[in-house]
């Protein structure tokens, strides 16, 4: 009887120390936008089994994900859904609904309405205290586009949560598509390049190819010091066309008379000088 009490105290003693630790180190979020992306969540909490961590789907509009998000500081979140340079948003192809409307956005404007939220909204969470990131904290969008300029703002989304949330962001330039999705591993290539956005200093391009599970485990082993150097790191610069291009299609005058310094202001990138 007494070797069976010792055997439960230090159970329970190794128990409330990993959780504890765990609880210490930060939260770590899986969630999906839309039904169409939700088999994604099972084969991501696979490599979670070690770690507490929540994971939910059908995170729809703005407002969902939000609460989502708020609660204890975040370590990890991986969200699965669909995206533009304007917004990550989910979809139900079976029923042909979009939420388009309804989902997290770089600003509000005429195609947005009551459920959705911006990133202005997020960092006003975060400055009340009700939404917190870890230091050394990672984002990873699964969703097309989140890394590829918005013409109207000079801004990038991927930039400014990154911006905004102080943790690192990896996201796709172009459309994301599956190479491998299954139980061992999660690998996604890039129409264009994924990029990885540090808070407030330059992106890096990352190539066509992202090796998702071995970015998560890297990061959780490392608690956060994850350098990425096994991806071949180069500092995302706009071309000169690239940026006259823009200012073409901007109403703003700040982007129009100087497109080169707006640029580099609003996304922390680099233009060419060339």
């Known amino acids: 009887m007494k070797s069976l009490l010792v055997f439960l105290s230090i159970f329970f003693a190794l128990f409330f120390s990993v959780s504890s630790c765990s609880q210490e180190n930060g939260r770590l979020l899986i969630s999906t936008m839309g039904n169409d992306v939700d088999y994604r969540v099972s ?4 490599h979670l089994s070690d770690y507490d961590h929540l994971a939910e789907k059908g995170v729809n509009t703005g407002a969902e994900m939000l609460g989502f998000l708020s609660g204890d500081s975040i370590n990890l979140w991986v969200n699965y859904s669909h995206g533009n340079n304007s917004r990550l ?15 997290l956005i770089l600003f509000d404007d005429s195609t947005s309405n009551e459920s959705s939220r911006s990133l202005d909204d997020l960092k006003n969470e975060m400055e009340e205290g009700k939404i ?5 904290s990672l984002i990873i969008l699964h969703s097309c586009a989140i890394a590829s300029l918005h013409e109207e703002t000079g801004l990038i989304y991927g930039q400014k949560l990154a911006d905004i949330t102080g943790a690192r962001v990896v996201a796709g330039q172009h459309q994301t598509e599956p190479v491998i999705e299954d139980y061992e591993r999660l690998i996604y290539s890039n129409k264009k390049e994924f990029v990885l956005f540090i808070p407030n200093d ?3 391009l990352m190539g066509d190819t992202l090796y998702l599970t071995n970015i998560i485990n890297q990061h959780l082993a ?5 350098d990425f ?6 500092p995302l610069i706009f071309e000169r066309d690239e940026l006259e291009l823009i200012a073409l299609k901007s109403k703003n005058p700040k982007l129009l008379k100087q497109p080169e310094a707006y640029i580099n202001i609003n996304t922390r990138q680099l233009p060419t000088t060339n």
Request: charged fraction near 30%; proline fraction near 3%; charge should be positive.
């Open 43 to 46: 084969r991501t909490v696979k």
């Open 222 to 226: 490392s608690d956060g010091q994850y």
């Open 89 to 103: 948003f989910g979809k139900n192809p079976k029923r042909k609904i979009s939420y388009y409307s309804e989902g």
């Open 202 to 204: 330059t992106a890096m």
């Open 229 to 234: 150097s096994d991806y071949d790191l180069n």
């Open 132 to 136: 917190t990131f870890t230091e050394n």
